[in-house]
């Protein structure tokens, strides 16, 4: 079960992807624009709920000028290579975790150290805050690509060792 922060975080990130989608439209808007993204997951994880709302969002307040097609279950291909498709423009979007982006950008992996954050709040206000806008400059400079939201999969996260 989500809990109230991780449902207010989601949604504010939702409603930040979708001014950003429309106002990059914007100067498009007449012409069908389509929106492609592809994620690693299964239809019953967060990943698909966040793309099934931003597809209902974007489709709804664009009046059907813009449409999203949504590519669940690995079925454009693994993290690098739905990176390397939005890198190149074949796809709009794709959501990623940090092991995945690290592929391409290994600063992002200290965002996946377990007990990096005292809490949930610090974590987010570190997701959301100057640390991502100097990762996301990077990223467009290196790669062409930015983050446009965050989340996270269950912090705290653990080492686990077969070995005592």
């Keep these: 079960m989500l809990s109230l ?6 949604t504010s990130n939702l409603i930040l992807t979708i001014l950003i989608v429309i106002l990059w439209a914007g100067p498009s808007i007449g012409k069908p624009i389509t929106i492609k993204i592809a994620h690693v997951n299964p239809l019953e994880k967060e990943e698909q709920y966040f793309s099934m709302a931003f597809k209902t969002f974007v489709e709804e307040y664009s009046m059907g000028e813009i449409t999203v097609q949504i590519y669940p279950n690995s079925q454009l291909g693994d993290f690098r290579q739905t990176l390397e498709q939005t890198m190149k423009g074949a796809i709009e979007m794709t959501i990623t975790t940090g092991g995945g982006i690290a592929q391409i950008f290994s600063p992002i992996q200290v965002l996946d150290l377990p007990y990096l954050f005292p809490d949930e709040i610090v974590a ?22 930015r983050i446009i939201g965050t989340h996270d999969c269950g912090a705290p996260r653990a080492f686990l ?4």
């Design 5 to 10: 922060l991780r449902i207010i975080k989601i």
């Design 124 to 145: 987010w206000q570190v997701r959301e805050g100057a640390f991502i806008s100097e990762i996301n400059k990077e990223l467009v400079e290196t790669h062409g690509i």
């Design 161 to 164: 060792t077969l070995k005592k």
